[in-house]
């Protein structure tokens, strides 16, 4: 269910708070807050789509919905604003009890500028595009213009103190995306003879790590992707810095990584300028308005998610998930994502009306299987997790049995059925790869395992003698941080491991070492 804003207005916050690990964590309303995310589609930023999607919405058991606001939308003409999109989506967003994270589509939109007002487009002496190799301009604002970054930041710091207005006591939104997919696509950089200028000349002093030389010196041929981070992190920093001090929500913004198989170039396949990893501590350092960087994550095979996932999970920066897919393998980097310690949460992009509908019958997508479990565990799951008392394991091809290891005690989660074969009982693996579980150590005996078409056996460490025995198998779910138990597990359930049916289980179990 969406999350409901608690009755105290007084207690109504959204903030990020520094933890031990130096990363911030996300608070709500006085609580650590795991975003179970949905966004909806590019150009469903508007009050009747948020209405129309309310049983989608309601059908994905998300906590947050992402919703696009753009500079072509609250700014039509200069300096004139109209709020009236922005207030629709806010009432609407209450009428559902829903929280927001609203994303700020400005001068940057995938890397291009789709979503800027026409007074903007068509000004280009005074708003400067991206003039590529070739010389030709390009439908990018160029990074280096200081006109364009003013305008934007006008636009946003508006948007910001509209909020602290209208939202400031009921905090219906929590969070802010400052632009999407910062960067420039259709140029490896800027070859305009402003840019030029600047290429050829010392790389600045506040480049992080630079020592004295030209870009190409000092970046070979990694330098126009390094100029292009420089300017475009100085650019959004500057837009972020603007409304942070208006309104001081949680900033962040998300990337289009450039760590995937293939042959992309920067500014052909992917965003020149972006925060891609090898820039991300420049990124940040240049870019300190802008809380956290999230890492747009679609992809469908668990090493290069991994890979992804832990470049952005850095110090100072928790990993943040805004985007990604909707399948199973999804669900299942869902499950791998919300279990490492930090992580603010993840999105799962593209909401349409038959989202969770087969047939036109509710049918839960898998990542919204994932978000039913974790919304009332989150409070209870999270110090735990970010103690490093949470493991996890996820089905893969050909990984159909998952060890883990707790202190006191080893685990094995076996996915598919669980066949006797040569070496012991082995599961054999579910067809639609949908294994996957979550173990949280609350105290030495006592654990909660969630998760969905798995089976878990507890077992003695070894070299410890006797056995590990179930005390009790409660099933059940939280409320309002509360474990509220609704059976006791025994028999076929729990004798030949403890069942995790394919739409899911929460458990908490109490061992006891029979030594
Ligand atoms: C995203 C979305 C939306 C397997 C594309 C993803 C969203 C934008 N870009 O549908 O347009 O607003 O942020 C880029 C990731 C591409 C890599 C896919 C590899």
Redesign the pocket.
Known sequence: AAVVASPGLQAQTSRLVPNDAGKPALEVDGKPFLTLGIQLN?SSGFPADLKALGPAIARLHANVVMVPVSWQVIEPEEGKFDWSVVDGLLAEARAQKLRLTLLWFGTWK?ATMSYTPAWVKRDVRRFPRVISATGAPIDVLTPIATASRDADARAFSALMGHLAEVDGAQRTVIMVQVE??AGTLGADRDHSPAAEALFRGPVPADMPGAKPGTWTERYGVDAPEAFMAYHTAKYIGAVAEAGKRVYALPLYA?V?PRE?PGLLRPGESSPSGGAVSWLLPQWRALAPAIDVVGV?N??TNIAPYIAIARAYDIPGNPLFVP?TGATMAHARHAFWTLAQPHALGIAR??LSAESGLKDGRPAEEPIAVDYRLLSGIAPFLLPLRDAGQVRVAIEEDGLANVPGTFDEVDFVARFGEVKEVYGGKRGQGNPDLSGRVIVARAAPDRYLVTGASANLLFAPKLGQPGSVELVTVEEGHFEDGRWVRERLLNGDETAFGLVLPPEGRSMMVTLFANR
């Open positions: 590019n995938n999407n997919e998300n289009w995937q747009d679609y992809d985007e992009f593209g």
